[in-house]
């Protein structure tokens, strides 16, 4: 069964970083391009970043870039998005989501559950 | 890297069929056969429920059909049943693997 698993979220001050995780299993991992997908409180989805399954393409929304860095640790089957600069506009629930190659496709079949962040002083 | 655009609500009575409509430009939907899209209930995580255009996943009810014509694509649920009351996105690949979401759509029940 295939487990999307986000961790990381939280309460931040405007200014400050914080770094989400994402646990994947059940597949093999370093077949699949990943993306994070935001969707803030009462709002629609929101395509934050894409990474290929070897890490050699990683792209940004244009909201997000120069701030944002996504990475990935096929050995350990995990997903990362480094958050700095952060303001209230980036308060959102987090999706971790599986593309269905490794490539972006624009087919994303599996979604974790998302973690909250939220930038408030 | 503008959102597709969605109609806001649609509605329907059980039974009927609705399409919703979501348009982008040549940049996105017009340039790719790599439209998608997703189902989201209340506090759940989104489902997948067409791609490439209209390509559904296994398990997905054949009631879903997906379609597109120039720069826009269309997402045409037959049958309404009660669980299909949810807010729908459509997504295309926009180039250079970025992707770009439409805004949503609320599908409520006469």
């Known amino acids: 069964e295939v487990q999307l698993v986000e961790s990381g979220g939280g309460l931040v001050q405007p200014g400050r970083s914080l770094r989400l995780s994402c646990a994947a299993s059940g597949f093999t991992f370093d077949d699949y391009a990943m993306h994070w997908v935001r969707q803030a409180p009462g709002k629609g989805l929101e395509w934050v970043s894409g990474?290929?399954?070897?890490?050699?393409?990683?792209v940004y929304a244009d909201s997000v870039k120069g701030r944002f860095t996504m990475s990935r640790d096929n050995a350990r089957n995990s997903l990362f998005l480094q958050m700095n600069s952060l303001r209230a506009e980036d308060t959102a629930l987090y999706f971790c989501?599986?593309?269905?190659?490794?490539?972006?496709?624009?087919?994303?079949?599996?979604w974790g559950q998302g973690t909250l962040v939220t930038v408030s002083s | 890297q503008s959102a597709l655009t969605q109609p806001a609500s649609v509605s329907g009575s059980p039974g009927q069929s609705i399409t919703i409509s979501c348009t982008g430009t040549s940049s996105d939907v017009g340039s790719y056969n790599l439209v998608s899209w997703y189902q989201q209930h209340p506090g759940k995580a989104p489902k997948l429920m067409i791609y490439?255009?209209?390509r559904r996943p296994s398990g997905v009810s054949n009631r879903f059909s997906g379609s597109k014509s120039g720069n826009t694509a269309s997402l045409t649920i037959s049958g309404l049943q009660a669980e299909d009351e949810a807010d729908y996105y459509c997504?295309?690949?926009?180039?250079?693997?970025?992707?770009?979401f439409g805004g949503g759509t609320k599908l409520t029940f006469l």
């Open positions: 490439e255009v209209s």
């Open positions: 990474i290929s399954w070897n890490s050699g393409t990683i």
């Open positions: 989501a599986k593309d269905n190659g490794g490539i972006t496709v624009a087919s994303l079949d599996y």
């Open positions: 997504c295309s690949y926009a180039g250079s693997s970025t992707l770009v």
